[in-house]
């Protein structure tokens, strides 16, 4: 089955999710027409990440699919086989911008790598801290540890019902620590991958 047809049945499914029975849009009174947060869908703590473990869906996708669709839905947004959206952090996000195919290819050539500091470390011949310099990721779709949705929420006949606006991934980097400093993690989003038609310019 092709990337383009995978990545439209899970749409599918999102969209389907959103809505009310029967394929009618979330009505009933607003919870708020914005919120943003991001879904953890990689979750490294598991023994076994297959649906063999009892707790495979604890912020988790089941693997080997999750991680299939998350590389399949990388390499359509990377060749333009889906389009893609300007991601403003600072954003209000009632409008999203597509980027246009011609600028896609600049964006993955040159754009998908970060540079981050690493903690010190200690060096007992000199008894002394060394700094060590930056380090340089490549944002590729194994850095895909979560997905940012903005969504609109609904609350009808007892149910809160969730509308899909927006999803974006959310490339995530883990600085492991030394004895000089404690690592962290390092999340950023370079794109919207769907957009809901009311948000599209």
């Known amino acids: 089955m092709k990337r383009s047809i995978v990545f439209a049945v899970v749409l599918s499914l999102v969209v389907f999710s ?71 952090p600072e954003g209000d996000y009632e409008h999203l911008e597509r980027i246009p195919d011609s600028k896609v290819k600049n964006l993955f050539e040159n754009e998908m790598t970060v540079s981050l500091p690493v903690p010190d470390v200690f060096d007992e011949t000199t008894n002394a801290y060394i700094s060590r310099p930056n380090v340089e990721f490549k944002l590729d779709q194994t850095r895909i540890l979560k997905l940012r949705f903005l969504e609109e929420w609904h609350f009808d006949n007892n149910m809160i019902t969730k509308k899909v606006l927006a999803v974006a991934p959310v490339f995530t980097i883990n600085i492991g620590g030394t004895d000089a400093a404690e690592g962290y993690e390092y999340n950023t989003v370079k794109f919207w991958i769907m957009a809901d038609a009311k948000l599209l310019k």
């Open 18 to 88: 959103s809505c009310r029975k029967g394929g009618e849009e979330a009505g009933g009174e607003i919870v708020t027409k914005k919120i943003l947060y991001d879904v953890p869908i990689v979750n490294l703590q598991l023994e076994d990440r297959t649906e063999s473990d009892p707790n495979w869906f604890w912020e988790n996708l089941p693997y080997p699919a999750g991680d299939k669709f998350i590389d399949n839905l990388f390499a359509d947004a990377r060749d333009c086989n889906i389009p893609i959206y300007y991601y403003d």
